[in-house]
């Protein structure tokens, strides 16, 4: 090999070697900068700011949070592993700010995991107060998307949006008839009559039938409890009228007195203004931080896979067994959307 080829080969390879050493030293500093605030007695993160409308000028902030897609513990999120962490995280900046007057938190989901949304119920619920929590309600706030704007100081819509569906769904599959038709058998071994609850192979007995829905009645029970004591509303006839799963229009959330107000976002932003007790502020989001896990995920298209998860109801990725507060019959064929 000549000289020249060697000194050529020997650049490529320190270069390589130098790229590499970047990217690691970079991961490593991204992970020290994730680990900032998650012990309870430090600091969480904090995000940057974009401006989005207002007067830039104004020191009193009106923060933007945005609650999209389904509501899961494992979908990703753009600042932190989950988008429930996500919305906690972002709650919590805005509530220590001492310049935040009020939080707009656009809703835009189908619902999600029943334990997902209590917790961001709770969040959201522990934000407000500390300062005025106004949610605005996108093309869908049904469900689990309900539940958790519960948490809030006041809540708008617009006139078509769809929201409601105050109920609680858990998904099986039984494909006993299809193993017996090409000759399989399933060889179940369990410690007790319930371990294999759910078993796809096989029939449910009446008494699994009914434990199972008293988890459901149980969950049931705690929505439509939380949506009495928040909206003010008698619980009997709230499960006789409006809480058997059924979705409504904002206006007819109006008039069964599910939200306080139609609106369109700008409606939204001079509520937040109102109950802020300003009379004009800059409307505010927090920006992530560069992650690299983030970025890894993007090139595989998590985020587009989580964005298409509210546009069709095979593209809900619900999980077997697993309860939900959940709309999945806004979408599909047939449903609301063209």
């Known amino acids: 090999m000549s000289a020249e080829k060697r000194i050529g080969c020997g650049s490529v390879f ?51 949070i945005r609650l999209q897609g389904m ?57 407000r107060r500390v300062k005025p929590v106004v949610v605005y309600m996108e093309s869908v706030a049904a469900s689990g998307g309900y539940y958790a704007a519960m948490g809030a100081s006041y809540l708008m819509a617009n ?20 193993l017996d038709k090409i000759g399989v058998k399933a060889l179940t071994l369990k410690s007790g009559k319930m371990k294999d609850l759910l078993n796809p192979t096989r029939e449910m007995t009446p008494e699994e039938q009914a434990y199972v829905q008293g988890l459901i009645n149980e969950s049931y029970d705690r929505f439509v409890g939380i949506v009495s004591r928040e909206r003010h509303l008698d619980l009997n006839q709230l499960k006789t009228h409006w809480a058997d799963g059924r979705i409504l229009s904002g206006s007819m959330a109006l ?15 001079d509520k937040c203004k109102d109950l802020g007790k300003v009379k004009t502020a800059r409307v505010v989001r927090y920006t992530p931080p560069f992650r690299f896990s983030a970025l ?34 806004v979408f599909g064929s047939g449903g609301f959307l063209p």
């Open 14 to 64: 320190l270069f390589v070697l130098l790229a590499v050493s970047l990217l690691l030293n970079f991961v490593f500093w991204n992970g020290l900068q994730i680990r900032k605030g998650t012990g309870p007695e430090l600091k969480p993160p904090e995000f940057p700011e974009e401006f989005v409308a207002g007067d830039p000028d104004r020191e009193q902030k009106i923060v933007l």
């Open 71 to 127: 509501i899961a513990r494992e979908e990703p999120g753009q600042f932190s592993d989950s988008m429930v962490e996500d919305i906690a995280l972002q709650l919590r900046q805005a509530r220590e700010d001492r310049r935040v007057k009020s939080i707009l938190l656009a809703i835009n989901s189908p619902g999600g995991e029943v334990d997902a949304s209590d917790v961001l119920y709770h969040e959201i619920e522990r934000t």
């Open 159 to 178: 006139d078509l949006s769809l929201t409601g569906s105050i109920g609680v769904i858990l998904q099986s599959f039984t494909v006993k008839d299809l």
């Open 255 to 269: 008039q069964a007195k599910l939200i306080d107000q139609v609106g369109y976002f700008e409606d939204a932003v």
């Open 296 to 329: 890894i995920r993007g090139l595989f298209g998590a985020e587009a896979r989580t964005k298409s998860a509210v546009l069709a109801a095979n593209k809900l990725p619900l999980i077997s067994g697993r309860l939900y507060y959940l709309a999945p019959t």
